[in-house]
C-alpha cells in the first residue's frame, strides 16, 4: 500500500490487520471479479440481442465501461461491508478484512471508476446507457448494500434488481431505446436471483447469523427459505419457458429452458421436501447440488438467447 501514500504502520494504527503489502491481486479482488462475469455477459447478451447492430468497436468499449461500473459497485459494497465481510468465513480473506486494502482505497477506487465508467459509456454510446449505468451502481452500492441488506429479510429479493440490470444497459447502448425484451432479460436475472442466494444462505447460514446480516433463513427459519425458494423456481420457469415464445426467444432456447427448468424444479422440489433433522448429518448436499445448478442455469439461459441473436441473420434464430 505505500506505493499509494499508505504504509502498514498506518494500517496498524488504523487499527486493521496487515498481512502483506496490497498486490495487483489485492486491488482486482476489490472488483469482484466473479460477480463481474455475470455483468459483463448478460450485458453482452442484451447488447446482441438488440436488433441494432452495434459497431465492434463500440460495442467492445461499451462492456468495458460496464465492466468497470460493475467492478465500482463491488468496491463500494466492501468498502461499506467491511465490518461484516471480517465476521463471514465466506468473505473474511477479501482483501479489506485481510488488511491489504484500507477502506478509503477502496471507497477513492469506487468513486473514481463509478464516475470515469458512467461518463465514458455515455460518451462512447448514448446518455440513456450511461444514466442507466449510473442507476445501476446507486441502487446495488445505496439501497442494496446501506439499506435493504442490513434491514430486511427481502434484501436479496429487491436488491437483486441491481443485478439484473446489464443486459438493459447493453441493450440501451446499442439501441438507445427502451423495449420489452431487455425487461424480460432482466426478469430472468430478478426472479433467479432469491432462489439461488438462499439454497446458499441455507448451508452458510452460520454467517449470517454471526454478521447480524438478516438473510431469510436467519429471520424466518429453514423451513419458511425453502418454501420460498420453491415458490421463487416455480415463477422462474413460468418466466423462463414463456420467454422462449418473444423475440429473443426460440426453438433453440426454448431447448434449453425446458430442461434446466425440469432440472431447477426438481431440485427446488428436494429442497422443499427436506426434513430438517437430516439437514446436517447430510451435510446440506441438496443445497449445494442446487447452488451449483443455479450458476450454470442462468449462463444457459442467456447464451442461448445469444445464439438465437446470431444465427437470426442466416435465417436460422427464432421462430423464422
Excluded at 502498514?8 to 460477480?35: H, I, M
Excluded at 463481474?36 to 447492430?53: E, H, I, K, S
Aim: proline share 5%; glycine share 10%; hydrophobic share 55%.
Amino acid at each position: 500500500m505505500s506505493d499509494i501514500g499508505y504504509s502498514s504502520a498506518q494500517a496498524q494504527s488504523a487499527g486493521r490487520p496487515v498481512e502483506a503489502e496490497a498486490s495487483f491481486g489485492d486491488y482486482f479482488a476489490l472488483l469482484k471479479p466473479r460477480v463481474m462475469t455475470l455483468v459483463v455477459f448478460t450485458a453482452f447478451v442484451g447488447m446482441v440481442a438488440a436488433p441494432v447492430p452495434i459497431h465492434p468497436f463500440i460495442g467492445f468499449c461499451a462492456i468495458l465501461f460496464i465492466a468497470l461500473g460493475g467492478g465500482a459497485s463491488g468496491a463500494l459494497n466492501m468498502w461499506w461491508d467491511a465490518d461484516i465481510d471480517a465476521v463471514m468465513k465466506r468473505t473474511r480473506g477479501r482483501p479489506i478484512p485481510k488488511g491489504n486494502v484500507l477502506p478509503q482505497e477502496a471507497l477513492g477506487i469506487g468513486l473514481t471508476l463509478s464516475g470515469l465508467s458512467v461518463m465514458m459509456l455515455g460518451l462512447a454510446t448514448n446518455w440513456l446507457a450511461g444514466a442507466m449505468l449510473a442507476f445501476t451502481i446507486f441502487f446495488y452500492v445505496v439501497i442494496y448494500t446501506m439499506w435493504l441488506k442490513r434491514t430486511t429479510p427481502q434484501n436479496i429479493v429487491i436488491g437483486g434488481a441491481a443485478g439484473a440490470f446489464p443486459p438493459v444497459i447493453g441493450w440501451l447502448a446499442a439501441t438507445g431505446s427502451m423495449s420489452v425484451e431487455p425487461w424480460l432479460m432482466f426478469l430472468l436475472t430478478f426472479i433467479w436471483t432469491p432462489p439461488h442466494f438462499w439454497a446458499l444462505a441455507l448451508f452458510m447460514r452460520s454467517d449470517y447469523d454471526d454478521a447480524g446480516v438478516p438473510m431469510l433463513t436467519v429471520t424466518h427459519g429453514r423451513r419458511a427459505t425453502r418454501i420460498h425458494i420453491l415458490v421463487y423456481t416455480v415463477l422462474m420457469a413460468v418466466l423462463a419457458i414463456g420467454t422462449a415464445f418473444t423475440a429473443v426467444g426460440g426453438p433453440i432456447y426454448l431447448t434449453v429452458a425446458v430442461v434446466l427448468n425440469a432440472l431447477f424444479l426438481a431440485g427446488a422440489f428436494r429442497i422443499w421436501r427436506r426434513d430438517e433433522t437430516m439437514a446436517e448429518a447430510d451435510n446440506f448436499r441438496v443445497e449445494r447440488r442446487f447452488f451449483r445448478l443455479s450458476l450454470i442455469f442462468l449462463f444457459a439461459h442467456f447464451a442461448a438467447i445469444m445464439v438465437e441473436a446470431l444465427l437470426k441473420p442466416y435465417g436460422l434464430g427464432g421462430w423464422g
